[in-house]
């Protein structure tokens, strides 16, 4: 009995169920009768035997179940520690790229703006130098056609100058150019020609053309801004 019992615990401890072979189940065969015979002769001392027999072996098998058990969860647990590693890398990678777009957009956001500002500053003090010269050089009253045609001229080409420069520059798929209205120009040459044909002298004029193209330009200023950056 003891025989098979080691030669069962053997087996167990081995390869569990999966290698029960011939002799095996004729050893438990064994412990079988051996109950069987003893419980017929009332044997205490048999009966107290066969029972710790079956008691060994039942521990065996919970024994074998156990590390089966405990080796086939092990990758299982693995894979699910790999995911998530993984899953905790891809989160921390989706944040630093977030940060790295939201910090170019604002640096982006932030150099367009300037250039739009810079763009209608340079727009706008060319503009009164060369309005300034003519009331300077030329006399006014006496040529008033072509000082018009020459003002026009002057605040049509600084203004392409301006859209020419702006269309190099894009965000959010908007070319900021393409906020600048052509209608700009009449309006500006309406404002000027006012103040250049006015009964003001020239110093007069030259405040007022200041303060007239520095607000006008502004005002175009803020406006391209937010078409450019709430469209």
């Known amino acids: 009995m003891c025989a098979a019992l080691i030669s069962l615990a053997t087996s167990f401890l081995r390869g569990g169920y999966s290698n029960l072979n011939a002799t095996t189940m004729?050893?438990?065969?064994?412990?079988?009768?051996?109950?069987?015979?003893?419980?017929?002769?009332s044997s205490y001392v048999t009966v107290i035997i066969s029972s710790c027999v079956f008691i060994i072996y039942t521990l065996i098998?919970?024994?074998?179940?156990?590390?089966?058990?405990?080796?086939?969860?092990?990758?299982?647990?693995?894979?699910a520690n790999a995911i998530k590693l993984i899953s905790d890398n891809?989160?921390?990678?989706?944040?630093?790229?977030?940060?790295t777009f939201k910090d170019a957009e604002v640096k982006e956001t932030g150099r367009i703006t300037n250039v739009i500002n810079v763009g209608f500053k340079a727009f706008r003090s060319t503009i009164y130098e060369k309005i300034c010269d003519i009331?300077?050089?030329?006399?006014?009253?006496?040529?008033?056609n072509s000082t018009k045609s020459n003002v026009y001229k002057i605040i049509n080409t600084e203004y392409y100058k301006l859209f020419s420069v702006l269309s190099a520059y894009e965000i959010n798929g908007v070319n900021v150019a393409s906020k600048l209205r052509d209608e700009w120009i009449d309006n500006i040459d309406k404002e000027i020609i006012d103040v250049v044909f006015s009964e003001d002298d020239n110093l007069t004029k030259f405040?007022?053309?200041?303060?007239?193209?520095?607000?006008?330009t502004d005002?175009?200023?803020?406006?391209?801004?937010?078409k450019v950056f709430n469209h």
């Open 61 to 79: 098998i919970k024994i074998v179940d156990y590390f089966k058990s405990k080796n086939r969860s092990k990758p299982m647990i693995e894979m």
């Open 90 to 99: 891809v989160s921390t990678l989706n944040k630093v790229l977030d940060k």
């Open 219 to 226: 005002d175009y200023s803020v406006r391209v801004n937010n």
């Open 207 to 216: 405040n007022r053309l200041s303060s007239k193209l520095e607000i006008i």
């Open 135 to 144: 009331l300077v050089r030329n006399h006014i009253a006496h040529n008033e």
């Open 26 to 41: 004729h050893d438990l065969q064994t412990i079988n009768d051996i109950v069987s015979t003893a419980v017929k002769n």
